[in-house]
């Protein structure tokens, strides 16, 4: 019986493969990984723009609603007298004008979107009604 003779040196074509195919695949690897990172950080950028959109946005909405708030307060602040005027009797003690019912229900309105907090609810109708606020 012959014993097989080993050759040592260059890799045959099977070992030449199998090296092409782990160069291969170790590059398909790192090109997944460098555009999976470029793609995060695409992600993360986009997400900090709509943030950042999104923040002027809510600045500009509660600039509005401040506006709105100053305006309405400036409109009940014309309304009151500067002189308190005598008492005058009407129908039912506790009546209030069809005016001021309807001035009273905006701002119940607006306390319902959120754009009047309660506290400034409370100041805006104390100082509708004439009452110490």
């Known amino acids: 019986m012959r014993r097989p003779v080993v050759v040592r040196g260059r890799p045959g074509l099977i070992g030449t493969m199998a090296r092409t195919a782990v160069v291969a695949g170790t590059a398909t690897v790192t090109a997944n990984a460098i555009s999976n990172r470029s793609g995060r950080r695409q992600q993360q950028a986009a997400q900090e723009e709509a943030a950042q959109q999104a923040a002027q946005?809510?600045?500009?909405?509660?600039?509005a609603q401040q506006a709105q708030i100053d305006q309405m307060q400036a409109q009940l602040a014309a309304q009151q007298p500067v002189a308190p005027a005598p008492a005058v009797?009407?129908?039912a003690p506790g009546a209030v004008a069809p005016d001021m019912m309807a001035q009273l229900n905006q701002l119940a309105?607006?306390?319902q979107q959120?754009?009047?907090s309660d506290a400034e609810f409370a100041a805006a109708k104390a100082k509708l009604l004439g009452l110490p606020g």
């Open 109 to 111: 309105q607006l306390k």
């Open 89 to 91: 009797p009407t129908a």
């Open 57 to 63: 946005q809510a600045a500009a909405d509660n600039a």
């Open 114 to 116: 959120g754009v009047l």
